[in-house]
C-alpha cells in the first residue's frame, strides 16, 4: 500500500489559510495539480497514492472512488480553493494532471477538470497544460479531444523498451506503441511530448539502457526524464529484493547509466536543466515542475495531494472515498499541515534549487554552506565559472553526487 503521510497540524474544515499565506499570494507563479489515483495495475517499484479497481472495490465501489464520479470531486475542490484563496486576481500558470494514470479518466472528464481550473480562476495566456499517460492508455481521439481542450503537453511513461525489464517493473504497455502514440499526439497538434524512462532495474545491461535510450531518442521528444530505480519499502519490489529474488540496484551502475544517458541526450540535442531532467529547448522545459523545484505557489487536487500556498504546505486525505465524501459534506479534504519556518524554506530552497542547470543563489546559504564551496569547487563538482556569478551549478560529477552535495552546503 501506498506510503504513510507525515504528520501535522490539523487544517480547518472550510481550508481556510493563515492571513500571511493568503498577503503572499500573487507574488509568484500559481499552479494547479491534479492527482488522478487510478491504475489498471500496480506497478512493482511504485509506492504513488494510487488504487487498482479491484482495491477500490470493483463495481461496488463507493461513489468518491469510481472513476465515472471523479471529475465532480475534483472540481468540488477546485471550486473550495476559490472559496479559501478569496478574490486574489492571479492566474494559473501551469496544471499538472499525474498519477496513476489520469488519462484511464474518459478526455473529456480531463477537460471538465480544467476548464474548472479556468472558470474559477482564468488560465495564463501561455499556460502550460500538462498530463502524463501510458502508451496504451489513450487513443489517437483521445488525444485530439485532449488538445482541443487545452492540454498542451504529454508525459508518457516509457520506463524501458526492454520486455525483461518492464516485467521486472511490472508495466503493462507494448514498447512497440510508443512511436505510434508519440505520432498521434504530433497529429493532434501537441507540440511539447516528453518521455519518462527509468534506469538501474535489476537485470538491466547496460545494452537494454542504451536500447531504451536510442528507442526514445528515435521518437524525437521535446523533453525526457530520467530517473534512476528507487526500491521504496512496502512496494513489492522491495519485498523481491528482501526476499533475495532480485538485487537492489548497484550505485556503481547507476552512475554509469546516468553518464550514459547525459552524453545521448546532449549528442541529440536535449540539455540537462534539472539533474533528471532534459529538454530541448528552453521553452520544453517543464514549468510546472520547475514551479516545485522554486517553491512557487501551487494547490494540490485529490486524495493524497499536496498544496503550498505562502509557506504553508497541506496535504489530503488519502482515499478517494473519504477525500470525496469530505467534499460532498462542504468539508476542506485537507488531512494535516505545516506552516514553514524561514530556516526551513530556505532549508528546502537549498535542496531543490542546487538541482537546477541556473543553480542556487549563494545568497540562500549561511556560512557555514559557503565555506564549504572552495572544496566543492576543488572536487569538481561545483562549476567555478558559476560560483564566479554568485551561483552554485554543479558539474556533470556534481550531479551524480548531488545529495553529497547538498549535504555539504547544509551541514
Not at 507563479?29 to 487498482?52: E, I, K, L
Not at 499525474?98 to 488560465?123: H, K, M
Not at 492540454?151 to 508495466?171: I, M
Not at 524525437?220 to 522491495?238: K, R
Request: a negative charge; charged letters at 25%; glycine letters at 10%.
Amino acid at each position: 500500500m501506498p506510503s504513510t503521510p507525515p504528520p501535522g497540524d490539523p487544517v480547518p474544515s472550510d481550508g481556510s489559510l493563515p492571513p500571511d499565506a493568503l498577503s503572499a499570494l500573487g507574488r509568484r507563479p500559481f499552479a494547479f495539480y491534479v492527482h488522478v489515483p487510478f491504475c489498471r495495475v500496480r506497478c512493482g517499484y511504485c509506492d504513488f497514492n494510487t488504487y487498482t479497481a479491484t482495491e477500490l472495490g470493483g463495481p461496488a465501489a463507493p461513489r468518491g472512488a469510481s472513476r465515472t464520479t471523479y471529475a465532480d470531486a475534483a472540481v468540488a475542490e477546485i471550486r473550495l480553493a476559490r472559496r479559501v484563496l478569496g478574490d486574489v486576481d492571479r492566474p494559473v500558470d501551469t496544471v499538472f494532471f499525474g498519477g496513476g494514470t489520469p488519462t484511464l479518466l474518459p478526455p473529456a472528464d480531463l477537460v471538465r477538470i480544467l476548464s474548472a481550473i479556468g472558470d474559477e480562476f482564468g488560465l495564463a495566456p501561455d499556460a502550460e497544460v500538462s498530463t502524463e499517460a501510458n502508451p496504451d492508455s489513450v487513443s489517437a481521439a483521445d488525444l485530439a479531444v485532449l488538445r482541443a481542450g487545452g492540454f498542451t503537453r504529454l508525459s508518457f511513461g516509457v520506463q524501458s523498451v526492454v520486455p525483461h525489464v518492464l516485467a521486472v517493473l511490472d508495466r503493462t504497455h507494448d514498447p512497440l506503441r510508443v512511436p505510434g502514440v508519440v505520432r498521434d499526439a504530433r497529429a493532434a497538434g501537441f507540440d511539447e511530448v516528453s518521455l519518462d524512462l527509468i534506469y538501474g532495474t535489476p537485470g538491466e545491461s547496460v545494452d537494454d539502457w542504451c536500447a531504451s535510450l536510442e528507442a526514445a531518442l528515435a521518437c524525437e521528444p521535446d523533453h525526457v526524464s530520467a530517473y534512476s530505480l528507487i526500491v521504496e519499502d512496502g512496494t513489492a519490489l522491495a519485498r523481491r529484493v528482501r526476499r533475495g529474488e532480485v538485487p537492489m540496484p548497484d550505485d556503481d551502475d547507476l552512475a554509469d547509466k546516468y553518464l550514459i544517458a547525459d552524453a545521448a541526450l546532449e549528442a541529440a540535442g536535449l540539455r540537462w536543466y534539472e539533474v533528471s531532467n532534459w529538454a530541448r529547448r528552453d521553452a520544453s522545459a517543464c514549468r510546472h515542475n520547475l514551479a516545485y523545484w522554486r517553491s512557487d505557489d501551487w494547490w494540490g487536487v485529490g486524495p493524497g495531494a499536496h498544496s503550498h500556498v505562502g509557506g504553508v504546505r497541506w496535504w489530503n486525505v488519502r482515499h478517494p472515498a473519504a477525500y470525496a465524501g469530505r467534499l460532498a459534506e462542504g468539508v476542506s479534504p485537507g488531512h494535516a499541515r505545516e506552516v514553514l519556518d524561514d530556516e526551513v524554506r530556505r532549508t528546502e530552497r537549498v535542496l531543490l534549487e542546487t538541482r537546477l542547470r541556473e543553480g542556487l543563489d549563494t545568497a540562500a546559504l549561511d556560512a557555514t554552506g559557503r565555506s564549504a564551496l572552495p572544496d566543492l569547487v576543488a572536487r569538481g563538482l561545483v562549476e567555478a565559472g558559476a560560483l564566479e556569478r554568485d551561483r552554485v551549478v554543479l558539474t556533470r560529477e556534481g550531479r551524480l553526487l548531488a545529495d553529497g552535495v547538498v549535504r555539504d552546503l547544509l551541514v
